[in-house]
């Protein structure tokens, strides 16, 4: 068998070569997605009820009368958007009860030790659009900062209709 025949018999011709080309570019960078969402951390499972404890605010109070009234438990206040915005986050329990979170007399809103009242929501206001989210999911509300009023470490009210939740702990 000379070279000549070898070479022949393992030649691939062009538009096969550019197929398997195309392929392994593709599985390299198919490869080079999955590895960059393991190295971020990326979980694909979703979060139970139980795993979701731990976006609590340490410290954080409880009021059942706000659970039972309103369906939801809140998890914590964060100052975000570099101090202009404050984020309410809230755990949906019962999802029938959460509609009165978007009326004008019940809608949460926070108050600062001097008794300023924080219930501004800007343009943003809720995380979502419709229907509140089925029970065991999270979601927040953003407020106003009005000058940025609260700072991470300090104690907050959140008021919800008539209940209050107070020592909240701002993060």
Not at 65 to 92: K, S, W
Not at 150 to 167: K, S
Request: neutral net charge.
């Amino acid at each position: 068998m000379n070279s000549t025949s070898l070479t022949n018999r393992f030649a691939i011709d062009a538009p096969t070569r550019s197929i398997y080309r195309t392929v392994l570019v593709t599985f390299a960078l198919v490869l080079l997605f999955c590895a960059t969402l393991i190295v971020r951390g990326w979980n694909p499972i979703q979060q139970n009820a139980s795993q979701i404890r731990s976006a609590v605010a340490p410290n954080m109070p409880v009021s059942t009368q706000i659970e039972d009234q309103f369906g939801v438990r809140f998890l914590g206040v964060d100052v975000t958007a570099g101090g202009g915005m404050l984020q309410i986050r809230y755990q949906v329990i019962d999802s029938a009860k959460t509609e009165a979170l978007h009326d004008e007399q019940t809608a949460p809103f926070v108050l600062d030790n001097a008794g300023h009242k924080y219930a501004d929501p800007g343009i943003v206001g809720h995380s979502h659009i419709g229907k509140t989210k089925e029970a065991g999911s999270t979601d927040f509300i953003l407020l106003a900062n009005a000058q940025g009023g609260i700072e991470a470490g300090m104690f907050v009210t959140i008021q919800v209709g008539t209940f209050t939740l107070t020592q909240v702990p701002v993060r």
